[in-house]
């Protein structure tokens, strides 16, 4: 694609970092992961920060630090990724679905406190494209509920001023190759709570007492034990260093991803049948997505032709999400039907997610715009 719907911005910052640990001797997890857990912790403002090798791993750990099991609930979004839900189902949990708002497509508060009941064990809203959930709202309904964050899309979001990664019991974040910064493959669980983090991070490694960093790196002893069963979801050194290049230029990759949302905003604000999601005045989006809705009753085409004509011109795009609900997990296991979260199912049919990463030119930009412009004005009712 001339303009494709992702490009990584990978300088010699990131060469140099990752090449030094491949020079070190030691390339799984010890003193350069610890480092990114540190540089996390502090730009998000938590106490803590376990770094593991994906979002959905940190979804899953701080999970599986709450003892949840069957009989319990947790209270997910319908319009998400696997990762949101699926990581409920491994506890042994249930998740419970509920629909979105609207306007920005996040958690609707409402919907949760619909659906709470006494089997409710935690909630887990999603900041959506890098737009900050209703926070306020969700926390005066979960009471003493436990909320951990997906904040795959979220870094550096702000709610209200607070940096997404310090508000709930705990906040998962991706560091997956489209992220605003990346380790190609990885994630970090943050927290206050020394328990969250205790557990975590032990779960984070089989388990076990002591992690191969803490064992080798003295010389002393080569003990460790067996506390509980874990799982294989530390983060390496070599993605770690990776990472930290990434993050002394994360002002510098969100403000581009900021610019170009902006000049969207800007550019298909006179177009009435193109319906952008809302961010409101007192948050500041991290801008992973940037999604358009066809006003498809004034189209003559629906969202998949849209799709076609503008990759005809070489523009790359992609849909987030087709909603759990939809997919034939979810209405074999639990019989969920398109008419049960309607906000969400409406939505789908609407949804593009057009190109804005930090590589993209003034002309790569443009391009976007015109094309837009150019299959509505052909299309209109």
């Given amino acids: 694609m001339p303009v494709p719907y992702h490009r990584p911005s990978i300088t010699n910052a990131e060469t140099e970092a990752v090449q030094k640990v491949l020079e070190s001797g030691w390339l799984t997890t010890g003193k350069v992961t610890a480092e990114f857990e540190g540089e996390i912790a502090a730009r998000v403002g938590s106490r803590y920060a376990v770094a593991v090798n994906s979002a959905t791993a940190a979804l899953h750990i701080a999970l599986a630090s709450l003892d949840l099991g ?9 319009h998400t990724f696997a990762a949101t839900s699926e990581v409920v189902i491994y506890t042994g ?6 629909d979105v708002e609207r306007d920005n497509l996040n958690m609707d508060p409402a919907g949760v406190e ?5 089997r409710t064990k935690a909630m887990m809203p999603v900041h959506f494209t890098g737009q900050a959930a209703d926070m306020d709202a969700l926390i005066a309904i979960a009471g003493d ?3 951990v964050e997906d904040a795959a899309h979220a870094l550096p979001t702000t709610y ?3 940096m997404v990664g310090s508000i709930g019991l705990a906040t998962a974040f991706s560091f997956y190759a489209n992220k605003t910064i990346t380790t190609g493959e990885g994630g970090m669980l943050t927290t206050d709570d020394p328990n969250i983090e205790d557990r975590a991070r032990r779960l984070s490694l089989h388990g076990l007492s002591r992690a191969a960093w803490s064992r080798f790196e003295s010389g002393s002893t080569w003990e460790y034990d067996i506390v509980e069963a874990g799982f294989k979801y530390n983060l390496t050194d070599v993605a770690s260093a990776m990472g930290l290049a990434q993050l002394q230029r994360l002002d510098e990759l969100a403000t581009r991803r900021r610019e170009i949302a902006l000049t969207y905003n800007e550019a298909f604000s006179g177009l009435a049948e193109i319906d952008p999601l809302v961010v409101p005045r007192h948050d500041d989006s991290a801008w992973h997505l940037y999604i358009i809705r066809l006003r498809l009753e004034h189209l003559t085409i629906d969202r998949n032709t849209f799709i076609a004509r503008l990759a005809d011109r070489g523009i790359g795009t992609s849909v987030h999400y087709k909603p759990l ?14 008419s049960d979260f309607p906000v969400s199912s409406d939505q789908f ?11 993209m030119t003034h002309g790569d930009v443009t391009e976007v715009i015109e094309g837009v412009a150019d299959i509505v004005r052909s299309s209109r009712r």
């Avoid at 069957?70 to 319908?78: L, M, Q, S």
């Avoid at 949990?93 to 509920?98: F, I, M």
């Avoid at 609900?325 to 398109?338: A, E, V």
Wanted: a neutral charge; aromatic letters at 10%; zero cysteines.
């Fill in 70 to 78: 069957p009989g319990d609930e947790v209270i997910v979004p319908t």
């Fill in 93 to 98: 949990a249930t998740p419970v679905l509920v």
């Fill in 114 to 118: 619909a659906a709470l009941t006494p």
């Fill in 145 to 147: 509920i436990p909320i």
């Fill in 160 to 162: 209200k001023g607070q």
């Fill in 325 to 338: 609900h939809l997919h034939p997990y979810y209405t074999t296991r639990f019989g969920f039907d398109r």
């Fill in 349 to 359: 049919d609407r949804i593009i997610s057009l190109p804005i990463f930090p590589g």
